[in-house]
């Protein structure tokens, strides 16, 4: 074969370029994508602590195991950890970025403040007869899924 | 001065410049007040010092509409009136009871909150109520205890003072009446008809009647009835002999918009003592004299929302009745639940809600008259009280705001019996022997049957007093009102009538 070298020399270079492109591309999404994942990560790892939290509140209580059920009949859209969970969770991400971070006890605080949040927003639930905040009958539902 | 039978036989004539018909709570206030002045008066009364059957017969009538109690025993007729057997709840109409609300049909008085202050004050004595109080924050603080903070917007404290015991206008102010030398008392005497001019503008004498048979006349400048909210019209309609369809009702107004307070089953109310003490809402005492908070929406909700005027009182449960209730309605779970989240260190305290209701003015809730005819020959009453959509709704409406307010405060939960079981879907509603709305105050004789004097409209010298005036309802019982409103009359007659 009878190239030419100055050809191959700009192929080379064009190969070459392209490939540091390529490579330079990557790297701008890497850095762009690994904020996201980041987030991700710590959303689901937020999402295993609130769980936690309220689980080891209130698995086993008489509130949670009278009103979960009433609850998930009123919002059977709602019957799923992952629904029931992503408003407390947004709420709580929200009002604190560094809510990972916090104690279980700070939790709870969150959640008991975003209760009073439904309340003032008339976010709420009647559950027989009873006027419940929206975060209260998710997490009843939560603990009896 | 008591006029016996003697002094009033079959056939007389009796004259005064002001004649009053009807020895209630709103008569007694009108005679009492215009002792000492240049008028003469003459009192009428159907009974005498004490009640008796028969007279109370009189009363009888029949409920077409909505459930009610029997309408024999909704009044007492015997001198003193209805306050023989009152409770002694009081407090005033509030300031946006007496304003035209936005989203309310027929609301608003001719006749502001202020235009009543003064006759408040005097009312209040007259009532042997005490001091003059209803801040919720300096009787808050007499007792060493705080409203709840709500949002201005949604809910208030107000306050109810009780006449305790419950002052019986018959007995506090019989020694008045008799003593007075220009206050003639007529007992045992009922009206059955106002006889008016053929043009049906003035009233020339009163026909009354006794259970001999035997009748007589009063003669008078001005005639005020103040027989109560079911009766002033009764009068109305049954005096026809001029205008078929009674006297001042032109625009068929009398008896229509009766009015009651609705009272319901509100519900119950925990609360955490802890954080938000009720002590306010519970029976509390200013110098001997007693007192209770209350929960009520707020004027600005009412204004905003064009809702009816609504107060919730705590109830105090005995042990027994609060565990069967607890029990009942699951309160249990509900208290494990605020206190594994966290929302609680202590046990709950259950209160049940007394709802007080405003009822819009309804023309289709009305009083008529029966073809059955009574002991003295009078057609009997025919009470029709009806509800609305609205005035339901309203219940909802003020029980899931407050709810609301319990839950953002940390106060506590609300279970609403209107939002469980059978109440769910047509609450009980009962009324509060409150008669009121039959011949209401409109500037505007098209809307209202008495003028903002009192004076029917279209007529010269016939006033009404009593319930029966209000425009609105509000939701305050009524007697500290209609003492108020005859407080106001009564300076007006001093001043306009000339002996």
Sequence with gaps: MNEEPGLNRRRFMAAVSGGGLTLTGGLIAWRLWQPQLAARIRRVRLEKRLLHVLRERLVGSPGAERFGPMYLKLRPQDSSQRALLAPILESVITTDHEALSRSDEALAALVRNLIQQDFDAGRTVSLDGWRLSETEGRICALVTL | ?499
């Design chain 2, 1 to 499: 001065m008591l006029l016996s039978p003697a002094d009033v036989p079959a056939g007389s004539v009796l004259r005064s410049d002001v004649c009053i018909v009807g020895a209630g709570a709103a008569g007694i206030t009108l005679a009492r007040e215009l002792r000492g002045s240049a008028l003469r008066v003459l009192l009428i009364e159907s009974g005498g010092f004490e009640p008796d059957e028969q007279t109370q017969a009189l009363a009888d009538g029949r409920s077409v509409g909505k459930s009610y109690f029997a309408l024999r025993s909704s009044r007492l007729r015997y001198f003193g009136g209805t306050t023989n057997h009152w409770q002694g709840f009081s407090r005033p109409l509030d300031p946006v009871d007496f304003e035209p609300r936005k989203g309310m049909e027929r609301s608003g008085w001719p006749i502001s909150r202020s235009d009543l202050d003064p006759f408040y004050e005097q009312a209040h004595d007259l009532l042997q109520l005490g001091p003059y109080e209803y801040s919720p924050q300096r009787l808050g603080e007499a007792i060493k205890a705080s409203p709840f903070p709500f949002d201005p917007k949604r809910a208030s404290t107000i306050v109810i003072r009780f006449s305790s015991p419950p002052t019986h206008f018959g007995q506090a102010y019989r020694e008045d009446i008799l003593a007075a030398d220009n206050v003639q008392l007529v007992l045992h005497s009922t009206v059955v008809e106002l006889d008016a001019d053929e043009a049906a503008r003035n009233v020339r004498r009163i026909r009354a009647k006794r259970f001999d048979a035997s009748e007589f006349q009063v003669e008078a400048s001005a005639f005020v009835l103040a027989a109560g909210g079911l009766e002033n019209p009764r009068l109305l309609l049954a005096s026809n002999r001029v205008k078929p369809e009674g006297l001042g009702n032109d625009y068929d107004l009398v008896g229509r918009f009766f009015m009651e307070h609705q009272h319901v089953d509100g519900g119950v109310l925990t609360i955490a003592p802890g954080r938000h003490s009720p002590q306010l809402y519970e029976m509390n005492w200013l110098d001997s004299h007693p007192f209770r908070g209350a929960i009520a929406l707020s004027a600005a909700f009412l204004r905003s929302q064009g809702a009816l005027n609504f107060t919730a009182t705590l109830l105090d449960l005995d042990a027994a009745e609060s565990k069967r209730l607890v029990e009942e309605i699951g309160a249990r779970p509900l208290e494990d639940l605020l206190r594994r989240s966290g929302q609680i260190t202590e046990h709950l305290r259950f209160f049940e809600l007394g709802v007080m209701g405003e009822q819009e003015p309804n023309p289709a809730s009305r009083v008529t008259l029966s073809q059955d005819r009574d002991a003295l020959g009078m057609r009997k009453i025919r009470l029709d009280w009806q509800l609305t959509d609205k005035d339901h709704e309203n219940l909802r409406l003020a029980l899931g705001a407050l709810a609301g307010e319990f839950g953002r405060l940390g106060i506590g939960r609300l279970m609403s019996a209107m939002e469980r079981g059978p109440e769910k879907s047509a609450p009980k509603v009962n009324g509060g022997h409150h008669h009121m709305g039959t011949t209401r105050m409109s500037a505007d004789p098209r809307t209202g049957v008495v003028d903002s004097d009192c004076k029917v409209h279209g007529m010269g010298n016939l006033y009404v007093a009593g319930s029966s005036v209000f425009s609105t309802s509000g939701s305050a019982n009524p007697t500290l009102t209609l003492v108020a409103l005859a407080l106001r009359l009564s300076r007006h007659l001093k001043e306009t009538l000339r002996p």
